[in-house]
């Protein structure tokens, strides 16, 4: 496996590898790396001829500057479990001056309204810092394919219209929802829960699959209601919010229609780690 921690070296060997006609499939990645970001790399190995991971905490799309500081930083540990994969080709490590030459600010992106549900909502400015960074590594990886968590379903539709926007010539992936035994999302932020925590925070999925048994019996009122009386009961989580969606569109809904796809999706506030998770509703 090779590492990379610069562009040029970086960008010269993907243009070497794209002369070979060599597939890529990539997954950008914060670091901290679970299961779930394994996942992807094994899937991605199975459409793909070279496997490029990247680890890189963009500053950009933290709105909250103890957040940023406090994200779990395991490179060493990371590599490790690239390596073992055995279908990782090439990490690339940036610097902020790989990525952001002028300097850390974000673009400003329309989405087409994705971006002002949910997460845009309650972290401003992230969207536009995740476009940034993904469209930067997009243009420097140069993948044909490029897979993302649906733990993140927002930024996974977001990233999709990124793509479409920019007529970059990549298929996005999505690849589904690793859970602990417990239930609960696997998340690089779980390493910040004590024991007795991530135990506790499995009710976060089991309130999903609860809304999903409740999906098209009882009124969405209802049901974020009852919602909303879990947590209530919680000691130490904070509901900050749970919403029902349309699945195309992310807008909130207060009604089932018909023929439309709905997903339910929770942030939870575990003392101040902040947990976040979805479900289909079928
Ligand atoms: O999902 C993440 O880890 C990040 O948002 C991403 C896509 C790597 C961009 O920084």
């Not at 060599?22 to 901290?32: D, E, H, L, Q, V």
């Not at 957040?67 to 279908?87: H, I, S």
């Not at 971006?115 to 930067?136: I, L, Y």
């Not at 779980?190 to 609860?210: C, D, V």
């Amino acid at each position: 496996m090779e590492i990379f921690t610069s562009k040029k070296p970086f960008t010269d060997y993907i243009e070497r590898q794209k002369e070979m006609g060599k597939k890529i499939g990539f997954a950008p990645t914060m670091g901290a790396l679970h299961q779930g970001h394994l996942s992807l790399y094994k899937k991605a190995d199975q459409e793909n001829d070279l496997i490029i991971a990247s680890i890189f905490v963009n500053p950009t799309q933290f709105n909250n500057p103890q957040d940023l500081e406090k994200y779990p930083r395991t490179t060493e540990r990371d590599l490790k479990l690239l390596e073992q994969t055995g279908v990782v080709d090439a990490v690339y490590l940036p610097e902020v001056q790989d990525l952001y030459p002028d300097g850390l600010k974000s673009k400003s992106y329309d989405f087409g309204g994705l971006e002002n549900e949910m997460e845009g909502k309650s972290r401003p400015g992230h969207f536009d810092g995740v476009g940034t960074v993904v469209e930067e590594l997009l243009q420097q990886v140069k993948p044909d394919n490029a897979y993302f968590g649906e733990k993140d379903f927002q930024q996974l539709a977001i990233i999709e219209k990124l793509v479409e926007n920019l007529k970059l010539p990549i298929k996005i992936h999505g690849a589904p929802i690793f859970r602990e035994k417990n239930g609960l999302a696997m998340s690089s932020r779980n390493e910040r829960l004590s024991s007795s925590q991530r135990e506790a925070s499995k009710i976060i999925h089991e309130t999903l699959l609860k809304v999903n048994d409740w999906f098209r019996i009882i009124t969405v009122p209802e049901i974020n209601k009852r919602v909303k009386d879990i947590f209530d009961d919680q000691r130490g989580m904070v509901l900050e919010y749970f919403i029902i969606a349309d699945e195309e569109t992310l807008k909130e809904t207060d009604f089932f229609y018909k023929g439309h796809n709905y997903r339910a999706f929770i942030v939870v506030l575990v003392n101040d780690v902040r947990l976040i998770d979805n479900l289909h509703l079928d």
